[in-house]
């Protein structure tokens, strides 16, 4: 069983910067799975937002918030994180962290394991 605890949500103004953690147990192989995040805002739908190769050499984004978040993993300490810089109102959303061995998978939005969530709420 694998077990995807997330961190680091809350309240912030416009323009302000939060950074979620992702902690992962469970697995041995940690170091060789796909890791991301989604968002989900109020009355829509889940959206990928970002994901790193188990390599730490790829990574994508969702158009909206390219040049404002940025994913980063530390193997050694089963982490990955979301830095998450010059936040909009729009940002607002839970935030869920995702896992999955196949990269594509992950970034499909069928990922076979998730976290709780963590809720991320920008004041304008």
């Known amino acids: 069983q694998v077990q995807l605890v997330e961190s680091g949500g809350g309240l912030v103004q416009a323009g302000g910067s939060l950074r979620l953690s992702c902690a992962a147990s469970?697995?041995?192989?940690?170091?060789?799975?796909?890791m991301g995040w989604f968002r989900q805002a109020p009355g829509k739908a889940r959206v990928f937002v970002a994901a790193i190769h188990w390599s730490g050499g790829r990574t994508d984004y969702l158009d909206s918030v390219k040049g404002r978040f940025t994913i980063s993993r530390d193997n050694a300490k089963n982490t990955v994180y979301l830095q998450m810089n010059s936040l909009k109102p729009e940002d607002t959303a839970v935030y869920y962290c995702?896992?999955?061995?196949?990269?594509?998978?992950?970034?499909?939005?069928?990922?076979?394991?998730w976290g709780q969530g963590t809720q991320v709420t920008v004041s304008s």
């Open positions: 469970g697995r041995r192989t940690f170091s060789t799975y796909a």
């Open positions: 995702a896992s999955d061995a196949r990269y594509s998978i992950l970034v499909g939005g069928g990922p076979d394991y």
